[in-house]
């Protein structure tokens, strides 16, 4: 009686688990389709015409300097500057965006290029019960799940190994990234799961055996960078906006409130880089997104402020990609001095990173030999003794300036905590700093927000999320085959072109086309003057021997 009685219990306590299961994964389910067609009804609801035609510089230009007044002027064309412009003229703002360089040449195009909530966050918030550091993963996620969708050309799940060398760190590690999936919930990529050493080995062959125990790996996102933060430019461009690259502003235009009488921003004085020309850009509202941050505008809001921000340089390097799997990256998240070691396979290429070094802020810093050995050093202690790391083997490394790091002691204000700051002086200036790219639309909206409130300006809400960028529309993993098949391009130049144009990839095979050229024509070029070098060259050296004979 007793047996049957708990085991009856049993059965309905299992069915019980299993329909709670089947029932999650189905309001799962349910919320994904939702989710879906809010996205659809988002772009639907747009109303701001659509250019075909990208405009030119030149008539960007033009644009700038014959607007009577812009609703919004952005300073930066990095991923938060582009961000901010397309977040406007989505809202039917009328919108410029200035960039002193090329478009991410500043931090935006020196990052790990990971699309990530930030494993390691959430670690300190779950050790600190910290629910504000557990809401800035939660929306860093968020996010991640976003920017895959709106550039899928671009951007892509990456699976990452955490080797585990001790057994007690197996379940904790576990622990942790299974918590990092569900915090994600339905935006999880994939679910993370456990290997054991062979086929952790199997799975990434380079790596050190001895005291190997498993491996846990999880998902997050990877893009490149730079082309991502272009994509959001020629976006804003599309809806409208006047974006430029090589305009500089040299300084803020102020003027007097006529209702108020106080001083406040009503545009910049710009310069055409190229051929030094300055004009004036009027604009109702100024948003600074200039890039590494620095305690000056902390000590604006408030001149008690301690110097939380001390910068420092992240140096990455490039080095083959026998170094890594082609699809596998390897991180480890918790040095025995609190670095984080990664390696991920990019372009055909393996990233290593990062250092962590102070530095001052500059314009274009430059990584150092110290730091590229160190990294290579770091990169040996990962690898089987049988590959051998060369200097030789690094084929680029750059530098790139981390603006915020938040002392995790000193109890500060929530923005601090989230990573970013928007702030308003008293001329009315907005700035953004700080953040990070994975969360360059969510910093967007909230700075648009807080400009429109601030400023008065009449505009719709946040049109961004589901956004698709450029080249994302019509895009497929298989688009590159067509190229091939109507292009008659090599299989990799077509996937190339794929996975940087996306659907604009076609115009680009286009206008290959007309010269009637195909893209290996470099290829045999460059035989040809091998060939010549190779007849030529003697001959030349007998002349010149001759000569001196
Ligand atoms: C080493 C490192 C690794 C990182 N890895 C990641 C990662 O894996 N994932 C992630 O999500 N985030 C990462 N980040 C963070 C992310 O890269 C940054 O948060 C982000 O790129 C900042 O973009 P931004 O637009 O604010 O700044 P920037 O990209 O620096 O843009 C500022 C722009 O303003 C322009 N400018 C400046 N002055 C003027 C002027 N007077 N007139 C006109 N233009 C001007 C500059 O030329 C520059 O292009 C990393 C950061 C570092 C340093
Ligand atoms: C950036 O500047 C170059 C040089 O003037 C120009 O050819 C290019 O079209 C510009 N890019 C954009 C997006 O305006
Ligand atoms: C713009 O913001 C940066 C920090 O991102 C700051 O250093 C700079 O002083 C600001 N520029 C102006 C004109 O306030
Ligand atoms: C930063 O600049 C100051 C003054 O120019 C210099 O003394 C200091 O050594 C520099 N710091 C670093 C880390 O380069
Ligand atoms: C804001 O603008 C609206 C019209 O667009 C106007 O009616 C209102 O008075 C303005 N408010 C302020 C505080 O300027």
Request: one cysteine or more; a neutral charge.
């Amino acid at each position: 009686m007793a047996f049957r009685k708990a085991l009856k219990r049993t059965a309905i306590v299992g069915g019980g688990a299993v329909a709670a299961v089947f029932g999650l994964s189905q309001l799962i389910e349910y919320r994904k389709t939702q989710a879906q067609l809010a996205h659809v009804a988002a772009e639907a609801e747009l109303k701001v015409p659509f250019a075909d035609e990208l405009p030119s510089r030149q008539a960007q230009l033009a644009a700038l300097q014959n607007t009577e007044e812009f609703d919004v002027l952005v300073v930066g064309g990095g991923a938060t500057g582009a961000g901010c412009a397309l977040d406007a003229v989505t809202r039917n703002l009328k919108t410029a965006l200035v960039e002193r360089s090329d478009f991410s040449s500043g931090t935006s195009s020196r990052s790990t290029k990971l699309i990530h909530g930030g494993v390691r966050y959430l670690q300190k918030a779950i050790m600190k019960l910290d629910y504000e550091q557990y809401m800035m993963v939660k929306e860093a996620l968020h996010e991640r799940a976003n920017l895959l969708e709106i550039a899928p050309h671009l951007s892509a799940p990456l699976p990452i190994m955490l080797p585990v060398y001790k057994w007690w760190q197996l379940p904790y590690y576990w622990a942790g990234i299974k918590m990092y999936d569900l915090v994600a919930g339905i935006q999880c990529l994939k679910s993370s799961y456990v290997l054991s050493k062979t086929k952790a080995l199997e799975l990434f062959p380079m790596l050190k055996k001895d005291k190997l125990v498993g491996a846990i790996v999880y998902y997050d996102g990877q893009h490149n960078d730079a082309r991502m933060n272009m994509a959001i430019g020629l976006t804003a461009a599309r809806y409208g906006a006047a974006v430029a690259n090589y305009t500089e502003v040299v300084r803020l235009l102020k003027t007097n409130d006529p209702l108020t009488g106080k001083e406040r921003v009503c545009g910049a004085r710009c310069r055409d880089v190229i051929t030094g020309q300055e004009f004036d850009v009027k604009a109702k509202c100024v948003i600074n997104a200039t890039g590494p941050f620095t305690d000056s505008l902390r000590k604006m809001d408030n001149e008690e402020t301690q110097n939380i921000c001390q910068p420092s340089a992240g140096v990455h390097i490039v080095i083959p990609g026998y170094y890594s799997p082609d699809n596998m990256g390897l991180l480890d998240p918790a040095t025995s001095d609190g670095r984080v070691i990664f390696f991920l396979p990019w372009e055909k290429m393996t990233i290593a990173g990062t250092t962590d070094t102070p530095t001052n802020v500059t314009a274009h810093p430059i990584p150092g030999e110290d730091d590229i050995n160190f990294i290579l050093n770091e990169v040996r202690n990962y690898l089987s003794p049988d590959v051998e790391v060369r200097r030789g083997d690094v084929l680029a490394a750059w530098s790139g300036i981390r603006p915020l790091v938040t002392d995790p002691s000193s109890k500060d204000t929530q923005s601090i905590c989230r990573n970013h700051i928007v702030s308003i002086s008293d001329t009315g200036l907005v700035t953004i700093a700080g953040g990070k790219w994975t969360t360059y639309r969510s910093m967007a909206e909230e700075t648009l927000d807080a400009a429109v409130k601030a400023h008065n300006l009449s505009s719709e809400p946040c049109k961004t999320v589901g956004l698709m960028l450029e080249g994302g529309k019509g895009w497929t993993p298989t688009l590159y085959i067509r190229l091939v098949q109507d292009y008659g391009l090599e299989n990799e130049v077509a996937q190339h072109l794929a996975a940087t144009y996306g659907s604009k990839a076609f115009d680009v095979a286009k206008m290959a086309q007309v010269t009637g050229q195909r893209w290996p024509i470099v290829g045999k070029r460059l035989y040809l003057v091998i060939i010549l070098y190779l007849i030529y060259g003697p001959l030349q050296c007998k002349c010149s021997l001759l000569y001196f004979i």
